[in-house]
């Protein structure tokens, strides 16, 4: 069964070019245009990664990181930033995120990072 990504960006754009390339790699995606919508979603349906952009209106990525978390610790997340904003990214993995890519991201630097974190949870997941 594929492994689902949810994309969480308020840029529609972005979120769209990275469907494509995650749908062409084999993976579900579901799609969140805020953390607050992304977060209903992490209610209702189970994913295996989110990959979200760190600056949002209204819930940052870092604040998602921290409430997706509490729903599901085994949650890897991966943290989405423009260039400058390099030390917020490194917050975000202090607080439990798996890694960061820097926008404008290369397709499989992205692809490798996403690849790693959800074996991580799979093998979290087996051991449990």
Do not use: C, W
Request: net charge negative.
């Amino acid at each position: 069964m594929p492994q689902t990504i949810l994309v969480v960006d308020d840029d529609t754009a972005n979120r769209v070019t990275l469907e494509r390339i995650l749908v062409r790699e084999g993976f579900m995606v579901e799609h969140a245009a805020s953390g607050r919508n992304a977060m209903e979603q992490l209610r209702e349906h189970e994913v295996d990664l989110v990959l979200t952009d760190l600056k949002m209106p209204g819930m940052s990525g870092v604040e998602l990181l921290r409430a997706a978390r509490t729903l599901d610790p085994t949650l890897e997340v991966v943290v989405m930033t423009a260039y400058g904003t390099v030390e917020i990214a490194v917050e975000a993995m202090k607080e439990g995120a798996y890694d960061f890519v820097e926008k404008p991201f290369k397709r499989l630097e992205l692809l490798t990072v996403l690849k790693k974190a959800l074996e991580k949870r799979s093998l979290i997941l087996e051991n449990q």
